[in-house]
């Protein structure tokens, strides 16, 4: 089970800044076409709102392919830019795939979100950590990359004014 949670994790992206999963890797993970897998959303379309699931642009595809080593010509390749699922249309997915496949994958797929989630929220960067990984950027990729000079810029602002701790209410112990 650990294994295929990892498979499962490593086809979590952001996008948008949203953990989403892309419908040619959950058909696969259902055993379905991917094809098979738009239609039946599409009947059921009223079910998958903007914050369930959306369609890349043709940068963010590209960007995706680039990035992580997608290869173009999954299955034949694709005809059309690839649809996104949130956590929630993943979820969502299970009513309109009305198989027992279908529940067991989501069950995993809700697993590899949730540790995905708490492995976030138990990580503090450091102002060190965060210095870090803006020289590696500033090393490993080019000057001129729109989206890696944002990166760039966020890590500074977060160098420059780092968030405040939250006050905690009530009572706890400090053990």
Known sequence: MASKLLQIQSLIYEIRGQKVMIDSDLANLYDVETFNLNKAVKRNFNRFPADFMFQLTKEEWENLIFQNGISKNQHGGRRSIPYAFTEQGVAMLTSVLNS????????????????????????????????????????????????????????????????????????????
């Open 100 to 175: 027992q496949k279908a529940v067991d994958v989501n069950i995993q797929i809700m697993r590899a979100f949730v540790k995905l989630r708490r492995y976030v929220l138990t990580q503090s960067g450091t102002d060190e950590q965060i210095a870090e990984l803006r020289k590696l950027l500033m090393l490993y990729i080019e000057k001129n990359d729109k989206r890696v000079n944002e990166i760039i810029i966020a890590l500074n602002n977060l160098l420059e004014n780092p968030p405040k701790p939250k006050r905690r209410i009530g009572f706890y112990n400090e053990e």
